[in-house]
């Protein structure tokens, strides 16, 4: 079945994780809503010949568009959803859903009665690696979860896009571009998240590194905290730590496949427990990335052919942009200098 969108936004992310699998998902393009002339001319070399360009969505007959993705800048989220919205087009929108609570609210209660279907781009929830975090989580196989680590980031000095350094179009810094994806895979693993505190470097600009702590919600005795490390300044080690109650899980942010168990067994060598490390692959078979796997679940959703529960998730979508929000209204000062 070949399926015709609409590309709002035609940057690095549009050219890198989502164009490389069109062509397997049967997926071609009804015209590229683009106002940079130099992306622009970088497309010309890679799209169809016959590819139709637009600087704005007011030059696009939206009443022949069925699919679109928008994957521009997250301040233009809300309005342009809101205007596909009219038109009862199926979204998938890059995250964040939009840079304000009140925007990802409104947004929220408009999807749940529109004809159309509105889904986040949080592929990381598509990671066989997160899946099966999960479902650990909930069989307790190794028993409660107690604690949860995260580190997440690189030495971005320099690098960070406009898009990113001004707050109007960005709506914040790193807790919003990069640890809005942590937010929302703590939802999926649990019932709901409380923030406890949070701290960042934020002087009126955008924050490049953040702490945010979080009290898991998943069940009324079991509520572990989970402390996240952001850092736009230093190069962090990108990992996952979950402390169960028989075992620690190693996840690689970035590995959507590869898992490390480490274990405490009953042998003592020097009055030392051992511990025992196994790597398990968890991709299982047929996986052909979270990309393609987001977007298989956007099409079954769209057309009314999705037989399992869904993975993706626009409640918590929303509720992740509320959370970022209350971390700026109750931020604290980082009391150390990360460098930047």
């Not at 919205?85 to 939009?98: G, Q, S, T, V």
């Not at 009126?204 to 998943?218: C, H, Q, R, W, Y």
Request: aromatic letters at 12%; proline letters at 3%; one cysteine or more.
């Amino acid at each position: 079945m070949l399926r015709e969108i609409l590309i709002i936004g035609a940057g690095n992310i549009f050219q890198t994780s989502h164009l490389p699998c069109f062509s397997n998902l049967g997926i071609t393009i009804a015209g590229v809503v683009e106002p940079s002339t130099a992306v622009v001319n970088d497309l010309k070399k890679i799209l169809p010949a016959n590819t139709s360009y637009y600087t704005t969505i007011a030059e696009v007959d939206l009443s022949k568009i069925k699919y679109a993705l928008v994957a521009s800048p997250a301040g233009f989220h809300y309005n342009l959803i809101k205007e596909l919205a009219k038109f009862n087009i199926h979204i998938l929108c890059e995250k964040p859903i939009a840079i304000t609570a009140a925007q990802a609210n409104e947004l929220y209660e408009i999807y749940t009665t529109n004809k159309g279907s509105l889904q986040i781009g949080f592929q990381r929830r598509f990671y066989p690696t997160n899946i099966f975090i999960k479902k650990l989580i909930a069989d307790k196989t190794y028993g409660n979860l107690s604690h949860i680590n995260i580190w997440g980031g690189w030495n971005a000095k320099g690098k960070l896009p406009q898009s990113i350094l001004n707050k109007a179009v960005s709506g914040g810094g790193i807790m919003l571009d990069y640890g809005v994806h942590f937010t929302d895979t703590l939802l999926y693993w649990s019932n709901g998240i409380e923030l406890v505190d949070y701290f960042d470097d934020n002087h009126g600009g955008i924050e490049v590194n953040a702490v945010s702590v979080f009290k898991l919600k998943l069940n009324q005795f079991v509520q572990p905290a989970a402390k996240a490390y952001y850092s736009w300044t230093n190069q962090m080690s990108n990992t996952i730590q979950l402390w169960f109650d028989d075992a620690m899980i190693i996840s690689g942010v970035n590995n959507p496949t590869v898992l490390e168990v480490v274990r405490i067994n009953n042998q003592i060598i020097d009055t030392r427990k051992v511990l025992t490390r196994e790597t398990i692959d968890v991709s299982g078979t047929g996986y052909k990335g979270a990309v393609t796997a987001q977007w298989d679940e956007f099409f079954q959703k769209a057309e009314g052919t999705l037989t399992t529960p869904p993975i993706s998730n626009l409640k918590d979508a929303v509720t992740a942009v509320n959370i970022t929000e209350e971390c700026y209204s109750l931020r604290k000062e980082l009391t150390f200098n990360w460098g930047y």
